[in-house]
């Protein structure tokens, strides 16, 4: 899978613009026959200068064409007559074809941000999700989660000079959003940055072992993130199908309970860190930080570590990190055992103290409840190594960010409102499921044509 990864990444991040043959089959992988029927329905017995199926191929090669404005999307077309017959545009001399003027493209444009227009794209994607399940089977079972941040063309709202009105914004619909980004310096200290942005978020939901875009929403840019999670998930479940997914990795922003307990019901685990941890956690002493769970058994309120502690014959305080025995999904509680083992009886001067003797061999054993602490005891435990190479996957997530944003021109635009900024994140989405699907049928019929050999 990581080899098949790698191979599909390098065909989407080709720097060259796509061939017209390429243009072609990834119109005929869009089963948009029925958006085309009731966009002519719409349009009714008017003119028809610039054909529907014309200006809704034009669309959506857009993001594929790596062209973010409307004007050097024009400007392709008249350029390239060849792509202009592929599209259907009409031909009224030799080489020559009626490109619709801006006008007609922004009327085209304000009828596909429509409600039910952009309810077709959201089941275009489904579709292209449930295209690319039939390649690969397995897609979905790991997810990574995250949002991005969408500039609008419009201006907020700015207060005027002395004895002047406020201006107000020019999108009443978007809103400030704050990303603070924190790192170690390597000499010990902490950097922080932070970004503010006047627009909107893109919420995506991917697959962690390829380019796809499971679920994908759009939010006025103040939305916070934690409470983005769990309709992301029901969305995923609605494109991929439920139980699909095994585990999501999220960034501290989505942090919370309810996501947890949230993902848990819906049987996915939450990869995701806990972010109210102080700064100096490292210097506070062990003991103002442990819970006492039972006995001489303890657990670190912040970071979620449980560990014992056995006292010698002087009093002194021996304390030991309990080793984890993972999670029991019917009792919903996770499982430690002594660090010592079968060594406990002869290395550990607690072991009769503690009753360990009576827990067999192994030494002893204790249970605690996911409920005591669902974020730091979360159904894969945040201190295993399961954990920590779950989490390693949130990188896909970050990686398409990029990827549609950068040569898929996301912010590269002049529109304004969340209806546009909707309709170019699915426009998007589809683009990257569509050649991601590609990749994998060429890859697969080259395979048969080699065995075939």
Request: positive net charge; proline residues 5%; glycine residues 8%.
């Amino acid at each position: 899978m990581i080899l098949r990864q790698a191979m599909v990444w390098d065909d989407l991040e080709r720097e060259l613009p796509p061939a017209l043959k390429q243009v072609r089959a990834f119109l005929e992988a869009l089963s948009v026959e029925d958006l085309i029927r009731d966009l002519e329905v719409d349009r009714g017995n008017g003119r028809d200068d610039y054909p529907v199926r014309a200006m809704l191929s034009l669309f959506l090669v857009q993001p594929y064409l790596r062209h973010g404005k409307f004007s050097q999307l024009l400007g392709e077309l008249k350029r390239n007559g060849d792509l202009a017959r592929l599209l259907g545009f009409k031909e009224v001399g030799p080489n020559r074809y009626l490109i619709p003027p801006p006008s007609v493209l922004s009327r085209f444009h304000g009828k596909l941000k429509e409600k039910r227009y952009l309810d077709r794209f959201e089941l275009l994607l489904k579709t292209t999700v449930q295209l690319l399940k039939v390649e690969d089977p397995e897609l979905g079972r790991h997810g990574a989660l995250d949002t991005s941040d969408i500039r609008t063309h419009g201006s907020p709202a700015r207060k005027g000079k002395e004895g002047e009105k406020e201006r107000p914004s020019t999108d009443s619909e978007a809103s400030w959003s704050v990303k603070t980004k924190r790192w170690e310096d390597g000499q010990g200290g902490i950097r922080e940055e932070t970004k503010s942005t006047f627009g909107y978020k893109a919420v995506l939901c991917v697959d962690v072992e390829l380019p796809v875009v499971l679920a994908a929403n759009t939010v006025t840019g103040s939305a916070s993130d934690s409470e983005l999670a769990l309709p992301m998930l029901d969305a995923v479940g609605e494109n991929l199908g439920r139980g699909q997914m095994e585990d999501c990795s999220m960034d501290k922003g989505f942090d919370s309970e309810e996501n947890v307990k949230g993902a848990f019901s819906r049987g996915i685990s939450a990869i995701v860190p806990v972010r109210d941890v102080p700064k100096d956690l490292k210097e506070l002493p062990p003991q103002d930080r442990e819970v006492v769970v039972k006995g001489n058994i303890v657990r670190d309120r912040y970071s979620g570590e449980v560990a014992c502690y056995a006292f010698m014959e002087d009093g002194k305080p021996i304390r030991r990190e309990m080793a984890y025995a993972g999670f029991e999904k019917d009792r919903e509680c996770h499982k430690f055992r002594c660090p010592l083992g079968a060594g406990a009886a002869g290395g550990c001067p607690g072991f009769s103290r503690c009753s360990a003797g009576s827990c067999g061999k192994q030494g002893r054993q204790v249970r605690i409840p996911m409920e005591s602490d669902p974020r730091r005891l979360a159904p894969v435990y945040p201190r295993s190594h399961r954990w920590r190479r779950l989490y390693k996957g949130r990188t896909a997530v970050e990686r398409i960010n990029s990827y549609v944003k950068e040569v898929l021109r996301l912010e590269d635009h002049c529109i304004r409102g969340k209806a546009a900024i909707r309709l170019r994140v699915l426009l998007a989405a589809i683009t990257l499921n569509t050649r991601t699907l590609l990749v994998l049928r060429a890859a697969k019929q080259e395979k048969g044509l080699a065995s075939a050999a």
